[in-house]
């Protein structure tokens, strides 16, 4: 199988520094996730399946916020 494509918006829940290190934790918005995967075998529409893998960040884009008032 080929490797898929995700990509879903969410908010920053959490930030904290461990050992020098940024961490986040972000909630995402999952009604409407979509996952396109290539050269799969077996499938039928509206057949039942379950997604397991791992997950990469290549990016995050954000919006800048304003200065607080």
Do not use: R
């Amino acid at each position: 199988m080929d490797k898929a494509t995700i990509c879903f918006k969410g908010k920053v829940a959490e930030l904290m520094e461990s050992q020098g290190t940024l961490h986040a934790k972000i909630v995402c918005d999952t009604d409407s996730l979509l996952i396109s995967v290539k050269n799969v075998e077996n499938l039928e529409l509206g057949g039942d399946v379950t997604i397991e893998g791992e997950l990469k960040i290549k990016s995050i884009q954000f919006k800048e916020i304003g200065p607080h008032e």
